[in-house]
């Protein structure tokens, strides 16, 4: 029996020849060059960079030109543009029809104060006006009555007066035919002349008693004048004891209690008119040069947005803040609330065709004076000029061109380096 072995398996190999290892050799110098010239770009960007980050801890954005608006948003509190507070006209006892957090209307009674001191003197001064218009109506019958004697003695020196002219001339007529003696004609010439001296200052005395008459009238009716006016002052006084609403609303706080005696211009309760609304505002002192009356607003309330306008703003300056009121230009939206927050925009300044790149941390990493500009991988650090911003973006003088691609998430992480690798 005859035992198989392995020969069959067995491949006879030919000795390598020296033409076999220059080829291989060749293909691995081709293969090397090839990868070292791939690499090179990568080698020289990693020469280049002092420092690597991140793509993923980035946030990059294109520089653009377009229209560029400066605004700033604050919060806001929603208080009541009208808002009266009452007094009391007089001094008192008040007793009040409503209580706080009632709703009223215009024209309402809220209040009323007891003042017997302004009522009593309103009643008299009302008896004192009486008694000048009779003393009035007493006038002028005196007055008519005066005027017809004075019209009775004129009457009788003009009867006086033809009886002498016609007296004088009987006797001049009787002097002629000699019946007549010349005393008694110098006479009748004598009672002639008196008689028409006689009429004229009756004439005089009508005309100057008749002015005296007039006057005494007239300073009766200004008396009477004076005196109504005196009364409607009163009545109006009088009046104002009953506190009435000016507006629709609600009533806010009473300031003094219910039966209490009150003085002469205190305050006593105020009324808050549910539908004129504004808000309120503070806004930091470093734009408080920039704000001026009549800016136009936005108003966001939940999903609505509405246009408002700047109408106040407070002279002084409180922890840093001032003070400003936005007034809604239509209607006041429903569903508003006392001291609601909303979130308001103010626009400071819009301009056209202005170079500006979105907002971001950036700016503050390098307080407007630095930016890092991406170029095939390489965020190289570069010096810029910033001008006005606002909340979505900010405005390049200088130090970049519309379509560069900044990083405008925080540098911090570069310490100042002037180029760093961005990894994929």
């Known amino acids: 029996m005859e035992i198989s072995d392995t020969s069959s398996q067995d491949i006879a190999l030919e000795p390598k020849t020296g033409k076999s290892k220059i080829l291989l050799s060749s293909g691995l110098l081709v293969i090397l060059v090839a990868a070292g010239w791939i690499a090179a770009p990568t080698v020289k960007r990693w020469s280049m960079a002092q420092e690597s980050v991140s ?46 957090g009632d709703r009223v209307h215009s024209g309402e009674v809220l209040a009323t104060i007891e003042s017997p ?13 009486s008694s000048l218009q009779i003393e009035l109506a007493r006038q002028r019958i005196t007055t008519r009555q005066q005027e017809l004697q004075n019209q009775k003695d004129e009457d009788s020196a003009t009867i006086a007066l033809k009886a002498a002219t016609r007296e004088l001339n009987r006797a001049q007529q009787a002097f002629t035919q000699g019946a007549l003696t010349e005393i008694e004609f110098n006479k009748a010439e004598d009672d002639l002349e008196n008689a028409e001296l006689l009429h004229n200052h009756s004439l005089l005395d009508t005309d100057l008693d008749n002015e005296r008459l007039e006057f005494e009238l007239q300073t009766s009716q200004l008396n009477i004048d004076q005196q109504e006016l005196l009364v409607e002052d009163l009545v109006r006084q009088v009046g104002e004891l009953v506190i009435v609403s000016p507006v629709n609303g609600i009533v806010g706080n009473l300031t003094v209690d219910q039966k209490t005696n009150v003085a002469k ?120 000029v910033t001008g006005a911003t606002s909340l979505n973006s900010i405005e390049i003088l200088d130090g970049l061109s519309a379509g560069d691609n900044i990083i405008v998430s925080s540098t911090d992480s570069f310490n100042s380096a002037e180029a760093v690798l961005i990894n994929n």
């Not at 980035?58 to 507070?85: E, H, K, W, Y």
């Not at 001191?117 to 006006?129: D, H």
């Open 55 to 100: 793509s993923e801890r980035l946030r990059t954005a294109l520089v653009s030109r377009g229209n560029f608006v400066r605004d700033i948003s604050v919060q806001g509190r929603v208080v009541a543009a009208i808002s009266p507070t009452l007094y009391a006209t007089q001094t008192g006892t008040i007793t009040f029809e409503v209580e706080s």
């Open 117 to 129: 001191e302004t009522q009593n003197q309103l009643l008299q001064e009302q008896s004192r006006l």
């Open 265 to 384: 211009n205190q305050a006593v309760l105020s009324v808050v008119d549910l539908s004129a609304f504004e808000v309120e505002v503070l806004i930091s002192e470093s734009y408080a040069d920039d704000l001026a009356i009549g800016m136009h607003a936005e108003i966001r309330a939940g999903t609505q947005q509405f246009d408002a306008t700047l109408v106040a703003v407070s002279p002084e300056i409180i922890d840093n803040q001032v003070t400003g009121r936005i007034r809604f230009d239509e209607l006041v939206p429903d569903g508003l609330r006392q001291n609601q927050r909303l979130t308001t925009r103010i626009l400071l300044e819009e301009k056209d065709d202005v170079l500006m790149v979105q907002r971001g941390q950036f700016f503050d990493s390098g307080n407007g004076r630095v930016a890092y500009v991406i170029d095939d991988g390489i965020a190289h650090r570069r010096a810029i």
